[in-house]
C-alpha cells in the first residue's frame, strides 16, 4: 500500500475544505499514475487512520471522486480507481512534491517584443523616491472619490449596472470631459468624439494599433518618450526621429520627410514634450497644422501635462483647430489625481472611436466604471476643477523651489532649463559625473532615482533624468538634493 | 474692425480664466486667418468695452499672447499680429463657432477589427437588469478594501511608491496568489510565475498575442466565449470550433485535428464553460494533458470561475498538472468581488511572464496598484477567503432559487442543466419564443437582458442567454422571472 500519510498533505488552516484535499490528492496520485486503473484504495476506516481524520471526511473525500467520476465502487471489492480513464505510464517513485512545479519555461515557441531599455538600479523598499513626473497623492482628492465610490455600490443594482454598459467608458465623465476639454482645451466635441482608456498609454496603444501595419513609418522626437516608442515598435512600426530643440519638434524636417513619403503616423508631445519639457511654439503648430491639412497622415497629440502651466498660458492644441480629422488628442486624468487612478481618454472622430471600442473590449473589457463615475461626480462637483487649482499653484511653488535648489547646491553638475509646466524638470548632468555612479550611490543611501537608461540609446548618452518635482515636498526635496549631492564623487 | 463681441465667447464661470479665454479666442482668429498676420489690434481700453471686461483682463490677455509670440507692439502702431507666422489664407467669413467642431471623419484610413455580435437591445437605465454572471457587488467587501485604499494612500512616500515599480504587479498580491491558488487548485508556483492584468481578458489577449501570428489557428469551443473570440481574430487568428457537449469540449476531435496539423492555440474554459456552464469531466482531461504532452501546442486555460462551485468540489486545473509548460492559466479576481474590480491573472512558465511584460508595459503600464495592495491586505487577513465562502453559499441558494422558479413559472419556455458552479444558467429558450422579441419586450417593461445573439452565429441560432443569479436577490429574482413570463406572446 502506498504511504497515503506521506503523499496526501492536509493544511487544516487552508480555504479549501480538508475532504476536498484529500480528494484533490488522490487526482494527483491517479493522474501521476501512482494509482493505477482498477486498483482498490483503502477502506474509509483505514485511510481515514492513516491520514488521521475523522472518518467522515474520507467518506466525503471518496464520494467526491465518485462524482467526479475518478473511482466507483464494486460489490465485494470496494473502492477501486475506474477504469475508464487513459491508460497512464507510472511515473519514478519520488513523490514528495505530489504536485509538478510549473515547468520554468514554455513547451511551445512564442513571438518576442521590444524589452524596456535595461535600467542598472532596481526599486526597491527605498525610503525616498524620485518618479518621473507624477502628481502627489497626498494632495489629491481621494477621500471625497472614494466616498463616492462607496455610494455608487450601494446604489439600487438597475442603476449602477447601467455604468457598466457602455464599452466607450462612463457617459457622466465623458459628459463632464466634453465641457471640461472646450473650457480649458477649446475643444468643439461631442460624447461620440471620446473613449475613455486606462490612462493615456492605452489610448496611444489603440491609436497606433489601428492605424499602424507591419514596417510602417511613426514620427517621434530625439528623444522621445519611451513607452509610446515601445508600443509603436510593438506593431512593427518604425521609428523615424526627429530633432527636438527649444522650440519643440523640428517642423521643418518633418515637412521634408512628408515631400519624400507621406509617414504613417507622427507622435508628439505639443505641451513639457516627455522627456524634455520643452513646449512646441505657435509659429511651428501652425506650420504643422498646414502640413497635417496637406498630407492628410494621423497624428497622435499626446497633451498629457496641459492642465499644469506656470508660465502664462498653454498653447491651444493641435486638436482645436481644424486639422481635416488627423488629430486623435490624448490626454489623461492620472496626472490631475494620482498614479493609481490610470483614466486617460482619446479625442477622435466618431468613425476612429467606432473601431478603437471593437479593440477596447477585446483588450480589457471596460475600466473601473464605478470610479468612472465617482470622478464625473466631482467633475460636476466642481471639486477636480478646484483640486487643478490648488495643486498648479503648489506645483509652481515647487518648480521654484527645485529649481533653486539645484541652482545652489548641484551647479556646474546638474544643469537644466525652467519647464514652463509640467511635473518634471529635465535634469542634464555633467557628463564628468556619469549617471548610473551617482544613481547606485544614491539607492545605497535610500533614494530610488532614474540612471538615465530609459532615454539614452546606442550612442546618444543624454546623462539625464526627469526630476519629478510635484510628489516632493519642502522637507522631502532638500533631503532628496543633499542625497543626489553627496552621491557624486 | 472685427465684431469681437460675438467672435470671443467668454464664460465667467469656466474653470478657464477670464483673460486667458480671450487669448485662446483671439489665437483661433488667427489662426483661422480671420485676422491677419500685420493687422493691428483695438487698444486693450475699446477691446475691454468691446467685450465688456475690465481692461485689466484685456491687458493681461495681451500678455498672454505676446509671451506665446502670437503678437508684438511697435512703438507708436500699437498691438499687431505677429509678422513670422505662416502665410494664413482667409477662409469664408461665417464665424458663429469660432473653433471648427471636431471633424466627423477621420482624414486618413486605418484598420478595422472584428466587432461585437450586433444586438438589438441597447442596455439603458433600466430598473432591473439580468447580467451574464457577475458577482453581487452588494454583498462584496467593498468597504473594507477601500478603508484599505485610504490608508495606502497616507503611507510614507517611499513605501507607497514601492509598490508602483512592479510592472509584474503587486508584489504582495502575487505573493498572496501563491498561496490562495496552491491550497484553492493545487498549483506549484513562485511570483515569477505570475502576472496581474486587468481582468481575465487582459491576459487572454496578452497571451494570443504571444503565441498567434495572422492566420494562426485557434481551437475554440462550439458555443464559446466571444470575448476571446474577438480578441483571437483581431490578431488575425481563424478560429476552429471544437462540439461542446455535457461533458465539455471534445477532446477527441481535438485529436484528430491534432494528428493533421498541430494548431497554434487551444483556448479551453473547463469550469462552467461559458456560456454553456458544463464542466470538461475528469476523463477529457487526462486525455486532453496526454495530447498536450504529446503534441506541445499552447493551451490558454479559462478558469474564471474556478472558486465557485456548489456539486462536490471543482477539478483540478489542468495547470497543476504535468503539462509540459504548455498550459497558461488565466483567471480572475474581478468575480470573487465585483465587476468593477478589474483585477486578473495570468500563470505561466517564467520565460513566458518575462515576454509577456515587455506587452503590458505598453497596453497599460501597470494596473491601480494601491487596489492591487488593498486586494494583498484583505486576502492576508482571510477576507477575501471569508467572502468566498460566504458568496459560494449564498449563489448556491440563488442558483437553486433560480432553478426552482423556472421551473414553476417558464416550463416548456426555458430548459435548462442545473449548472455545478458559476454565477449563471445557460437559459435556453423554447424556438417557438424567439429571444430577441422577449427581450424587447422586457426592455420596455424595465428589465435589461441579452437578446441572445452574442452566441448566436450564422445558422447558428441558440436562442439561449447566460441567466446570471448571483447578483439578483429573491425578491429582484422573483419580479426578473415574472417580467420575462410577461414578455411572453
Redesign the interface.
Known amino acids: 500500500m502506498l504511504p497515503f500519510q506521506t503523499l496526501i498533505s492536509i493544511?487544516k488552516s487552508?480555504?479549501?475544505?480538508v475532504y476536498?484535499q484529500i480528494?484533490?490528492g488522490f487526482?494527483?496520485l491517479i493522474?501521476?499514475g501512482l494509482i493505477k486503473p482498477g486498483a482498490s484504495l483503502p477502506g474509509s476506516r483505514q485511510m481515514a487512520l492513516l491520514l488521521q481524520v475523522h472518518r467522515k471526511t474520507v467518506i466525503a473525500a471518496y464520494?467526491?471522486l465518485f462524482?467526479?467520476?475518478?473511482i466507483t465502487t464494486i460489490p465485494r471489492k470496494g473502492v477501486i480507481v475506474a477504469e475508464?480513464?487513459?491508460e497512464?505510464k507510472p511515473r519514478s517513485f519520488k513523490a514528495t512534491?505530489p504536485?509538478?512545479?510549473?515547468?520554468?519555461?514554455?513547451?511551445?515557441t512564442?513571438?518576442?517584443?521590444?524589452?524596456?531599455p535595461a535600467t542598472t538600479i532596481k526599486?526597491?523598499?527605498?525610503?525616498?523616491?524620485i518618479?518621473d513626473g507624477f502628481p502627489d497623492?497626498?494632495i489629491?482628492p481621494?477621500?471625497l472619490l472614494?466616498r463616492e465610490?462607496?455610494r455608487l455600490?450601494?446604489q439600487?443594482?438597475?442603476?449602477?449596472?447601467?455604468s457598466?454598459?457602455?464599452?466607450a467608458g462612463s457617459l457622466s465623465l465623458r459628459e463632464e470631459l466634453v465641457t471640461?476639454l472646450s473650457?480649458?482645451r477649446?475643444?468643439?466635441?461631442?460624447v461620440k468624439?471620446i473613449l475613455i482608456s486606462?490612462?493615456a498609454?492605452?489610448a496611444i496603444?489603440m491609436a497606433a494599433?489601428?492605424?499602424l501595419?507591419p514596417g510602417a513609418v511613426v514620427l517621434v522626437g530625439e528623444p522621445n518618450y519611451f513607452?509610446a516608442d515601445?508600443?509603436f515598435q510593438?506593431f512593427g512600426a518604425k521609428l523615424v526621429r526627429i530633432p527636438v530643440d527649444e522650440n519643440g519638434m523640428d517642423v521643418d524636417a518633418i515637412e521634408k520627410i512628408c515631400k519624400q513619403k507621406k509617414p504613417d503616423l507622427l507622435y508628439i508631445i505639443p505641451h513639457h514634450h516627455h522627456p524634455t519639457t520643452v513646449t512646441l511654439?505657435?509659429?511651428r503648430r501652425?506650420?504643422l497644422?498646414?502640413l497635417i491639412?496637406k498630407y492628410?497622415?494621423?497624428v497622435i497629440e499626446d497633451d498629457y501635462d496641459y492642465d499644469f502651466h506656470y508660465?502664462?498660458?498653454p498653447?491651444?492644441p493641435l486638436?482645436?483647430?481644424?486639422?481635416?480629422?488627423?488629430v486623435i488628442y490624448i490626454g489623461s486624468l492620472t496626472k490631475s489625481l494620482?498614479?493609481?487612478?490610470?483614466i486617460g481618454y482619446m479625442?477622435?472622430?466618431?468613425?476612429?472611436i467606432r473601431?478603437a471600442?471593437?479593440?477596447r473590449?477585446?483588450?480589457?473589457?471596460?475600466?473601473?466604471?464605478?470610479?468612472e463615475e465617482a470622478l464625473a461626480a466631482l467633475f460636476a462637483q466642481g471639486d477636480v476643477?478646484r483640486h487643478?487649482?490648488k495643486s498648479v499653484k503648489l506645483y509652481h511653488e515647487r518648480r521654484d523651489m527645485l529649481a533653486a535648489l539645484l541652482q545652489r547646491e548641484l551647479e556646474g553638475v546638474i544643469s537644466f532649463h525652467l519647464p514652463a509646466g509640467g511635473m518634471a524638470l529635465w535634469a542634464q548632468v555633467n557628463k564628468q559625473y556619469p549617471l548610473p555612479a551617482i544613481a547606485a550611490r544614491a539607492a545605497a543611501k535610500?533614494l530610488?532615482m532614474s540612471d538615465g537608461s530609459t532615454y539614452s540609446r546606442g550612442s546618444n548618452n543624454y546623462n539625464a533624468f526627469r526630476f519629478g518635482f510635484a510628489?516632493?515636498n519642502p522637507k522631502?526635496m532638500e533631503e532628496v538634493v543633499q542625497l543626489i549631492k553627496n552621491s557624486i564623487e
Do not use: C
Open positions: 493544511n487552508a480555504a479549501t475544505p476536498q480528494a484533490n487526482i494527483v493522474r501521476d464520494d467526491e462524482t467526479q467520476d475518478w475508464n480513464l487513459p497512464i512534491t504536485i509538478p512545479p510549473y515547468a520554468g519555461n514554455t513547451g511551445f512564442f513571438q518576442s517584443f521590444p524589452a524596456m526599486p526597491g523598499k527605498h525610503r525616498l523616491v518618479n497623492i497626498r489629491a481621494m477621500e472614494l465610490y462607496r455600490v450601494q439600487p443594482a438597475g442603476k449602477r449596472a447601467a457598466f454598459t457602455n464599452l471640461f473650457a480649458t477649446g475643444l468643439n466635441i461631442g468624439n486606462r490612462g498609454q492605452m496603444n494599433r489601428l492605424v501595419k513607452l515601445m508600443a510593438s511654439s505657435a509659429n501652425m506650420k497644422l498646414e491639412r492628410k497622415f494621423p508660465a502664462g498660458g498653447i491651444l486638436a482645436s483647430a481644424d486639422h481635416g480629422g488627423n494620482a498614479a493609481t487612478i490610470r479625442i477622435a472622430p466618431e468613425n476612429f473601431e471600442l471593437h479593440l473590449i477585446t483588450i480589457d473589457i471596460r475600466g473601473d466604471s464605478l470610479m476643477q487643478l487649482k535610500g530610488f510628489a516632493l522631502e
